[in-house]
């Protein structure tokens, strides 16, 4: 992939974002990956979504070393980078503060799966992080973030498991391209607002039936998969 269009991909996916209405102010960002240069196309630090051009995304390398752009990468930088080096397969990772998956970050839960909605997106209740340790937060954060996600995804598929939660942070999603990650988030998001409510509705309400859980997943995934078009 060219880095023209590696820089065009990271602009639609964040120009999505900005129009999703997951982000506050200029709260997240997106990243996507070409994995045979090694390069991620981010965007930059603090600028409003409005305002983003291909040509203002910024070019980074799986050890940091920013090589196209002017401006300041995101400060997230770091944890998509962590993303890409241990995530096989994913292509894109998009960072929000959408409101109902941070209720369940600051409450350190994990987002239930109720029904068969959270089903078609994520095979089973979205994870939530430990902690970081004093010593990950004073000393680099962002990286330490990326390294508690892939914590908690050991023994876990990221493709059967596209999104994580970070503690008393926010959530992270991923996927094949800049855009169907941008979707995973809103999904996630959508999928957090119905357990919420439901939680709200029935407070003892068990999680979806591990038969109906598969039924759905693997409609939507896998090689056997029936939903849309061939």
């Not at 991909?9 to 200029?26: C, F, I, K, M, P």
């Not at 909605?117 to 970081?132: E, K, M, N, Q, S």
């Amino acid at each position: 992939m060219q880095h023209r269009a590696l820089r065009e991909e990271g602009y639609v996916a964040n120009r999505q974002l900005g129009a999703s209405g997951l982000v506050d102010l200029t709260f997240g960002n997106a990243s996507v990956f070409d994995p045979g240069a090694g390069v991620f196309a981010i965007k930059p630090s603090g600028v409003p979504y409005a305002e983003l051009t291909p040509g203002k995304m910024v070019l980074v390398d799986l050890e940091g070393r920013v090589l196209e752009g002017k401006l300041r990468p995101s400060s997230d930088t770091p944890t998509h980078r962590r993303l890409f080096q241990a995530f096989a397969g994913i292509r894109a990772v998009v960072h929000t503060h959408s409101r109902h998956a941070v209720s369940f970050a600051q409450a350190g839960r994990p987002i239930p799966c109720f029904g068969t909605t959270h089903a078609d997106y994520f095979h089973g209740a979205v994870p939530v992080t430990r902690p970081l340790t004093k010593a990950e937060i004073t000393e680099a954060y962002e990286w330490n973030t990326g390294n508690v996600i892939v914590e908690t995804f050991h023994g876990r598929d990221p493709l059967d498991m596209p999104a994580v939660l970070v503690w008393r942070h926010g959530p992270f999603t991923w996927g094949p391209a800049g855009v169907p990650a941008v979707e995973t988030a809103f999904a996630l998001e959508v999928v957090a607002q119905m357990a919420f409510q439901t939680l709200a509705l029935t407070p003892q309400r068990g999680e979806i039936e591990p038969e109906l859980l598969g039924r759905h997943f693997t409609r939507k995934h896998g090689p056997g998969a029936t939903y849309g078009q061939p």
